[in-house]
């Protein structure tokens, strides 16, 4: 008879056959960031993305998303594009990721009618940035397509949102499945936090 481990042993069992648990919650307010860098889009051409890099200018809000041409992505993307002066303001930088492929991107990045040009938005394909946030990728849907009838082969990352301060710790998470958070409010309570970081920043200074 064939026995099923459950509990810590189970655990201990995946560990040794070098498999991995998957992660239940995404990254809490107080943890620090994981760090990456990633193949990602600006203006239609591909860039090289590093947290780290630009960690060291300001804060960074890093917002997953589940594809681009999909509707609430889509007016997330623009609701971003149309403050970026603001969070340029803020000293905030802003990048989107998703498990799109690098092709997608350089039409999403570039459309005036979402991205812009604006901000980058990167590539997750195997979804491995969104695990170490603590996020896990639903799989493809069968005739998933999107608003341009173009088929959706990959899967799907929620739609979460990390505020990261110049500290790499997260200042804040922002989560529509947990929060019940419609795109555009990830947006403007995103741009709401940085603008309190730079208030702060400056306040602290004036000391």
């Known amino acids: 008879m064939r026995r099923h481990l459950t509990g810590p042993i189970a655990l201990a069992a995946l560990a040794a056959l070098g498999l991995a648990a998957p992660c239940l919650a ?10 990456f860098s ?36 889509d007016l997330e993307a623009h609701t971003f594009a149309a403050g970026k002066a603001q969070f340029d303001a803020a000293g905030a930088a802003i990048l989107g990721v998703s498990a799109d492929d690098i092709d997608r991107l350089n039409a ?47 899967g799907f990352i929620p739609r979460t949102t990390f505020v990261i301060g110049r500290d790499g710790k997260i200042a804040a998470v922002l989560s529509s499945k947990d929060d019940g958070l419609t795109p555009d409010q990830h947006v403007l309570k995103s741009l ?16």
Do not use: E, W
């Open 26 to 35: 995404a990254l809490k307010a107080g943890a620090q960031a994981p760090d």
């Open 192 to 207: 709401a936090l940085v603008q309190k970081m730079k208030t702060d920043l400056t306040k602290g200074g004036a000391q």
């Open 108 to 154: 999403f990045s570039a459309d005036p009618n979402y991205c812009a040009g604006q901000f980058p938005v990167a590539t997750d394909a195997g979804g491995k940035i969104a695990a170490s946030y603590g996020l896990v990728m639903a799989p493809p849907k069968a005739g998933a397509a999107d608003v341009r009838g173009v088929a959706i082969g990959h």
């Open 38 to 73: 990633a193949k990602a889009s600006l203006a239609g051409k591909d860039i090289k993305f590093s947290l780290a890099a630009a960690l060291k200018k300001g804060p960074v809000v890093l917002y997953f998303y589940p594809s681009a041409y999909t509707g609430g992505c």
